[in-house]
């Protein structure tokens, strides 16, 4: 009887460990819910195709000096395209990061601010004057309205050409600077597009 007694508790210890092995698990999916975005998390910006682009020269080439401070000191001419779906004005933003000295810089410098361009605005012909141009003017850091040329007084300095697609229209605000235009944007820029142009100055 000895051995059939340990048999049958063999028998059952093996049965409860089994069981335990092979109890159905709780539903992950059930039991923690893949947790939701935050409901105060924006949505991401959508992408822009909008460029900004000119017939005088190419991305990341040199500006002509006609449009410089050893030339005319005129504009350059300036093409829109593929604005985002919505626009209702556009501003306008040419600057250099390498004042005075690219080797050393150390501040930017504005050359141009425009802004309540139209949308229906596809570019500029160039030698655009202060007070005719569409849109308002703001100021650049000669304390002046309209464009003002590269003048790098050291080393070949980049020029950025920068345009903005906003879901509004800003209003009479006056001649803004560049600062006072990246405040009053804030919130509205429906997509932006980037010209670069160089230059260095020829004469010594």
Known sequence: MKPRALLGSSSVALLLVISACTKPQPDAAAGSAAPTPSASASPPPKASSMRIESSAFAHQAEIPSRHTCEGEDVSP???FTDLPEGTQSLALVVD???A????APKRVWVHWVLYDIPPTTRGFDAGQKAGTTPGRDGKNDWGKPGYGGPCPPIGRH????KLYAL???LGDRGPLTKVELETAMKGHVLGTAELLGTY???KK
């Open 77 to 79: 001419p300036l093409a």
């Open 96 to 98: 250099d990061p390498d």
């Open 100 to 103: 005075p000295d690219p080797a």
């Open 158 to 161: 980049r020029y950025f050409h």
């Open 167 to 169: 879901d509004t229209l």
């Open 200 to 202: 260095q100055k020829q």
